[in-house]
């Protein structure tokens, strides 16, 4: 029996049923009431698809979930082109033809009740062109009807509950961060000779004072109600916060018998940004590089001014594996472990939906591993309202 991976899903559904075919087995369901009555008293969404994946069926909380007129816009279609998955929208031949589609929890259940399985996954979509994230349980079976199969999917919008457990993970993954970074240096203190200690005081200070900003900064994220979050804008200076961040990290323990070095290249610019988020955001990355790195391996943190922005980077040698490399940004996806692994979801959370920034990522065995984001001059003199989420301006000093 083949397993899920060894099918292809390239080759699977590149075709559909022809439009007389799959009237036909839309008027299956289309004269069955009772199935109809029995789907539309469930406040889960339901769908029923063909053996082509394509929907012949879909209760009234999908439709009004989707807000479209009826049940005959979605007739047709497939499970990730009704919800504008990215990934359906970037192959030419649809849902189920990309290459990520074999990760999909979606397909996993599909295929699994065809194998003779009750399917049962959560699925991540990243949906459109303001990348909302969309969180499905799915529950899948056959059904036989004129001794044709057809697939029934149940599937619970589990969005809300996902995205609260994720921030909270993200912040203690961040809080743990900077903590790891504070025993490195208490540490060194223990056997510090007098003379030595004045040299760690001011990053011990520093530290101390990030670990206070991050848990103000959870409390501001867990009170964003409708999703409105208060920025703090401050004036920073781009080297001597790259600098202050990886002086933090040259004593965490992920950075033990690594170097971290600012570029030679790397401009000295004022920008104006949230110090808290924009710290966590280049703190992430730099912990993901040297947690990937090898001994006497190098870090290196750049900036420069660009056209679209300032891009800040962090570059390290490591090359992330290709199917890693598919999913390195999704809130559900790591290579860790449970409750590990959101350094990359963090950044992307942050910069995107917070900083009114870009991220983006290269990994390849010419250049090694390299994360960039791009950001205003002035988050102030940017959109305030961006993707749905209302941001309220205010300046501070530190």
Request: proline share 1%.
């Amino acid at each position: 029996m083949a397993t899920v991976q060894e099918i292809s899903v390239n080759d699977r559904f590149i075709h559909r049923s022809n439009s007389k075919e799959l009237e036909r087995q839309v008027g299956v369901f289309s004269n069955n009431k009772q199935l109809e009555i029995f789907g539309n008293a469930i406040s889960d969404f339901m769908i029923v698809t063909n053996s082509q994946w394509q929907i012949v069926f879909a209760n009234e909380s999908l439709i009004k979930y989707l807000a479209v007129p009826s049940l005959d816009d979605l007739l047709g279609m497939r499970i990730g082109e009704v919800f504008f998955c990215n990934s359906s929208i970037k192959s030419s031949l649809g849902c189920g033809t990309a290459e990520t589609c074999n990760l999909c929890g979606a397909y996993k259940a599909f295929v699994s009740t065809e194998q003779g399985f009750l399917g049962e996954q959560e699925c991540n979509i990243t949906s459109g062109s303001e990348h909302k994230n969309i969180d499905l349980r799915i529950k899948s079976t056959l059904i036989t009807i004129e001794e044709e199969q057809f697939t029934i999917f149940v599937m619970t919008d589990i969005t809300d509950s996902n995205q609260q457990k994720v921030l909270e993970r993200v912040f203690f993954h961040d809080l743990a961060n900077s903590i790891g970074s504070l025993l490195g240096y208490a540490e060194l203190m223990k056997n510090a000779k007098p003379n030595e200690l004045e040299q760690f005081r001011y990053v011990f200070f520093e530290i101390t004072q990030n670990i206070s900003d991050e848990i103000i900064a959870q409390q501001q994220l867990t009170a964003a109600e409708n999703h409105v979050l208060e920025v703090q804008s401050v004036v920073l200076h781009s080297r001597s916060l790259l600098s202050s961040i990886a002086e933090m990290y040259q004593y965490h323990v992920v950075g033990k018998g690594k170097s971290i070095v600012i570029d030679r290249s790397a401009e000295d610019f004022v920008f104006v940004t949230d110090d808290v988020l924009f710290r966590r955001v280049i703190s992430n990355l730099v912990k993901n590089a040297l947690e990937a790195s090898g001994a006497h391996d190098v870090v290196t943190l750049g900036c420069i001014r660009k056209n679209q922005g300032l891009e800040f980077s962090v570059h390290n040698n490591a090359v992330i594996p290709n199917d890693v490399q598919l999913q390195v940004f999704k809130r559900s996806f790591s290579t860790k472990g449970v409750g590990r692994g959101l350094g990359t979801y963090s950044v992307k959370l942050l910069t995107e939906e917070y900083l009114n920034g870009v991220v983006s990522f290269n990994s390849n065995q010419r250049i090694g591993t390299v994360f960039s984001i791009i950001v205003p001059e002035n988050i102030k003199q940017h959109s305030r309202e961006k993707k749905g989420m209302i941001l309220a301006f205010s300046s501070t000093s530190k």
